[in-house]
Structures are given as structure tokens and as C-alpha cells.
């Protein structure tokens, strides 16, 4: 693995302190390969979608963000890679376009690793040069065993400090996580604070409904100084309203968290009938939140125009693949 992941090996052959014996049985039995781009869309702001292509032929999506600009302290921040988990996804969030596509099928943790080697070959960073953010297509905590695999494979190059797990509220995933020794940061997609909208924007609610949710969110093993995150895409008439931030700021304050608000990225194609709230409205939700005593980020994905942002990665053109699972209705 390290002669991989450090060394990026591109073969068994160069794997010269291993017998020449293990080196032919590892060559019969496996192969070496990494992620074939596909297509690479850079937007202006730095950030850049990368589409892969898997043996098999499904596609998924990886985000490069650059690291932000220099803090006056003059330290310098790490790259963000955003990998996906799943080609698709089953869970079925009305706001995003992931979800339209359908489970798809789980990544191995060879294809999920493999985005980040790209990835880091392709921008030119190293090992201790980059976040990762398990926040592409895909709910990671349904793929719980790759993901897992994943993280051990990815500690050789970024702490499990650096690295995040984004679920939309997995609750079995959840409590499974928190046994691993080296736990990544987490974040869970709330969005709102109540179960009647809630599950009409997640369907997963139905399942795992908010309560057992921040049980399992207090019971999350928090080592001094780290909190949860959570992420509240912000749609238009829908649950961006002062009594729906009020709301969500009593809940969120029951375990050491804050709070990103992402302003629903539209697509008339995908999610029809949603969008974004104005500006004003979205300020007005974080104050109401900043003054319930919430630390909170807006996260404008506004360089994101070519479709990289958060939730609109959809693996465009997956022959076969594309279902266009309708999305659940969230104004009936
Ligand atoms: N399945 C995981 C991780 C992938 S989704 C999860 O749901 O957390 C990554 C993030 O993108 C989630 O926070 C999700 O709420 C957000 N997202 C999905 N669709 C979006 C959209 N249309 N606009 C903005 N953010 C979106
Ligand atoms: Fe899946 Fe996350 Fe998209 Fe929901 S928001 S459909 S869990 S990828």
C-alpha cells in the first residue's frame, strides 16, 4: 500500500523490496490503476471538477478547491479535494441532483482513493498539502466498509483531523464511525429542524427521524476543540424562513456544532421548481441564527458555475445509468 499511495507505484515491478515470487503473485492476482479523467471543467476561482471514468464505465465527479488566500498570520491553508463515495445515490434529497441518478453502486475504496492520487498528481500537491471531504456523489455512511477502508488507506497522507465525512443523517453509519480509533470530523446534512419538512427534503428522515438523529450526535465522540458540522442548504420559500432558523438553532446547540448554510444550487434541469433564496434572505437567516448564539458560515459555491458545487455533481452522462428518479414533492 505504501509503495501505492506514498511512491505512487504505477506497478507491481517497482516494488522492489518485496521477493520477486510475491511480486508475480500480486501481478497475477491484481492490478494497478487509477481513475481515468474523463473531463476537467476549471472555473475562475481556482476550483476545478474533475469527471472519472470507472473500468466499468461509471462516472463519478471529484472537486480540486484551492487553498484560501493567505491569513494575515502568513500561514499557508491546504488544498480541499471533495470526493464521491457512490455513483449515484439512493437516498433521494429533493434539492439535489446527486439524488436524481439513483443508487448507482458503491465505489471501492481503490476507485474513492484513486480520485484523490489523481487529483493530487494533476494540481501537484503532496501528502500533508490537502483536506479531504467526503462530499461528492454519494452518502458515504451507505458504503460504510469502502469509506472505512478508505480512511485507513488515506491516513499515510492526510490526518484524519484534515479529513471530513459529510452524511445525510445515517444514523447506524453514524454510531459506527464513532468506534473507529482515528476519526474523521463529521458533518451531517440537517437542513431542517423539524420531521414533517425535514423528511419532505430528505426522505432518510423518515427513517432515521431527527430525535434518534442527535442521539446518535451526542453520544459522538468530540475530541476538545472539534465540533460537528452541519449543513443547511438554503431553498427559497421552503425552509429559509426567521421561525424555520429559530428552530434549527435550538437544535443545533444540543451538541458543540456549527453551522454551514449553502444556498441551494439551482438546475431548471434536474430541480425544477427550487431555488435560491436573495441574498438578503439568506443574511437574515444567518443573523437569526448568529443571535440564537450559532457559529455560522455562509458557503456561496458562486465560482462553481460549471456545475461543480455541492449537489450538482451528477456523473453527466452515464449511459444507461440515468434514471432521473423524480424528486420527492416539498410543497404538497
Ligand atoms: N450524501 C452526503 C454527502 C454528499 S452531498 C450528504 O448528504 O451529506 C454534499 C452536500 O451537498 C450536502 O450537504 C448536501 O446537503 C449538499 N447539497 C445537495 N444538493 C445541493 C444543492 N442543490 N445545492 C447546494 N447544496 C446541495
Ligand atoms: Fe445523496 Fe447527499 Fe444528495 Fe441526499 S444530498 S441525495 S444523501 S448525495
Given at each position: 500500500m505504501r509503495w501505492m499511495?506514498?511512491?505512487?507505484?504505477?506497478?507491481?515491478?517497482?516494488?522492489?523490496?518485496?521477493p520477486s515470487g510475491v511480486r508475480a503473485a500480486l501481478e497475477e492476482r491484481f492490478t494497478i490503476g487509477l481513475p481515468e479523467v474523463e473531463a476537467r471543467t476549471p472555473s475562475e476561482d481556482g476550483a476545478e471538477k474533475f469527471l472519472f471514468r470507472l473500468a466499468d464505465g461509471a462516472k463519478v465527479e471529484a472537486v480540486y478547491i484551492p487553498a484560501p488566500r493567505h491569513r494575515a498570520s502568513g500561514s499557508s491553508e491546504r488544498v480541499t479535494v471533495c470526493v464521491s463515495s457512490q455513483a449515484g445515490c439512493a437516498v433521494n434529497c429533493a434539492f439535489c441532483v446527486t439524488g436524481r441518478l439513483g443508487a448507482g453502486r458503491n465505489l471501492t475504496a481503490g476507485e474513492i482513493l484513486g480520485q484523490y492520487l489523481v487529483v493530487a498528481r494533476e494540481k501537484g500537491f503532496g501528502p500533508r498539502e490537502a483536506n479531504v471531504v467526503f462530499m461528492g456523489m454519494g452518502e458515504p455512511l451507505l458504503n460504510l466498509a469502502q469509506v472505512s477502508r478508505t480512511l485507513d488507506l488515506l491516513e499515510a497522507e492526510v490526518s484524519p483531523r484534515r479529513t471530513t465525512v459529510s452524511t445525510a443523517g445515517v444514523v447506524p453509519g453514524i454510531r459506527e464511525l464513532a468506534r473507529r480509533d482515528h476519526r474523521p470530523n463529521l458533518a451531517v446534512?440537517?437542513?431542517?429542524?423539524?420531521n414533517a419538512l425535514r423528511t419532505k427534503l430528505m426522505p432518510i428522515n423518515a427513517q432515521w427521524p431527527v430525535e434518534e438523529l442527535f442521539a446518535a450526535l451526542e453520544e459522538w465522540p468530540l475530541e476538545p476543540g472539534r465540533r460537528i458540522t452541519f449543513e443547511v442548504v438554503l431553498i427559497a420559500g421552503v425552509n429559509d424562513s426567521p421561525a424555520e432558523a429559530r428552530a434549527l438553532a435550538r437544535l443545533v446547540k444540543r451538541v458543540p456544532s456549527k453551522v454551514n448554510l449553502i444556498p441551494l444550487n439551482e438546475s431548471?434541469?434536474?430541480?425544477?421548481g427550487l431555488s435560491r433564496p436573495s441574498r438578503e434572505s439568506v443574511d437574515a437567516f444567518g443573523s437569526h441564527l448568529a443571535s440564537s448564539g450559532v457559529d455560522v458560515t455562509v458557503r456561496?459555491?458562486?465560482?462553481?458555475?460549471?456545475?461543480?458545487?455541492?449537489?450538482?455533481?451528477?456523473?453527466?452522462?452515464?449511459p444507461g445509468r440515468l434514471l432521473r428518479v423524480p424528486p420527492p414533492s416539498v410543497r404538497s
Open positions: 499511495t506514498e511512491r505512487r507505484a504505477a506497478g507491481f515491478d517497482a516494488m522492489t523490496d518485496l446534512s440537517l437542513t431542517a429542524a423539524g431548471a434541469e434536474w430541480l425544477p456561496w459555491s458562486k465560482g462553481l458555475g460549471a456545475a461543480a458545487a455541492c449537489g450538482q455533481l451528477k456523473g453527466r452522462e452515464t
